[in-house]
């Protein structure tokens, strides 16, 4: 049975540092990975998706990398901002039977202070 | 493109009344999921819809909750009898094309906050 889960739970960071949040998996057959953020009240936002046969994707300040072998992927945030507050979520799609059934970590609440 | 919509956005209900989510995909998108979120766990899939047609129910409780998403109109989520226990947030998500086709992105909706007492 795949089970995800995301350490740390919380995070507080001053404005500017680099951070790293980490997700792991049990399963290594999996389709794909993605990272989402969670706002309150805002639902949820797909950051980065990483094909199982990808080992990294960026976009702006953020780099999703993947290593499928030993079930890790790590989400990196560069020169936090106070606006990159939120809970982050990271989401394997199984590569047997339904792909749809995304498996969810339970997050990191991530506060950048200004 | 307002994204997907669902309303109502936070909902109250009493022990064994009825709850309706209700979901619209993103313009052009025929492909709509439904995941509940509990308290203090991550989020469950719970069906995968097409026009008309249910694709997999697998995640949803067998008794009291069905799902629907007729050919006008949003997708709908039924709770029959709500109890405590169904007070989570309910989230929509629509694609495009089956999500599985490449790296087709689910779209989620702010979701559904049904609380009952």
């Known amino acids: 049975k795949q089970e995800v889960t995301q350490i740390p739970a919380a995070l507080s960071v001053p404005e500017g540092e680099n951070l790293v949040l980490n997700c792991s998996f049990t399963?290594?057959?999996?389709?794909?990975l993605q990272w989402f953020r969670q706002d309150p009240g805002k639902g949820l936002t797909s950051l980065l998706l990483?094909?199982?046969s990808q080992r990294e994707q960026t976009s702006g300040r953020l780099n999703a990398s993947l290593d499928k072998s030993s079930g890790r992927s790590t989400l990196y945030i560069a020169a936090s901002q106070p606006g990159d507050s939120a809970t982050y979520l990271c989401?394997?799609?199984?590569?047997?039977?339904?792909?749809?059934?995304?498996?969810w970590g339970l997050g990191t609440s991530l506060a950048v202070n200004p | 493109n307002a994204g997907v919509m669902q309303n109502p956005r936070h909902l109250v209900r009493r022990r064994g009344q009825e709850a309706r989510l209700r979901c619209s995909p993103m313009?052009?998108?025929?492909?709509v999921y439904w995941y509940r979120q509990l308290p203090e766990e991550g989020l469950k899939f719970m069906v995968y819809?097409?026009?008309?047609?249910?694709?997999?129910e697998s995640g949803m409780p067998k008794e009291r909750f069905s799902a629907e998403f007729p050919k006008e109109g949003p997708s709908i989520l039924r709770i029959q009898q709500v109890v405590r226990g169904d007070s989570a947030a309910y989230f929509c998500a629509s694609s495009l094309r089956d999500f599985t086709s490449g790296a087709n992105v689910l779209t989620f909706g702010a979701g559904s906050r049904l609380t009952v007492l």
């Open positions: 819809l097409q026009k008309e047609n249910i694709i997999d």
């Open positions: 313009k052009g998108h025929s492909h």
């Open positions: 990483i094909q199982s």
């Open positions: 989401a394997v799609s199984p590569n047997a039977g339904n792909n749809r059934k995304l498996i």
């Open positions: 399963d290594s057959a999996i389709y794909n």
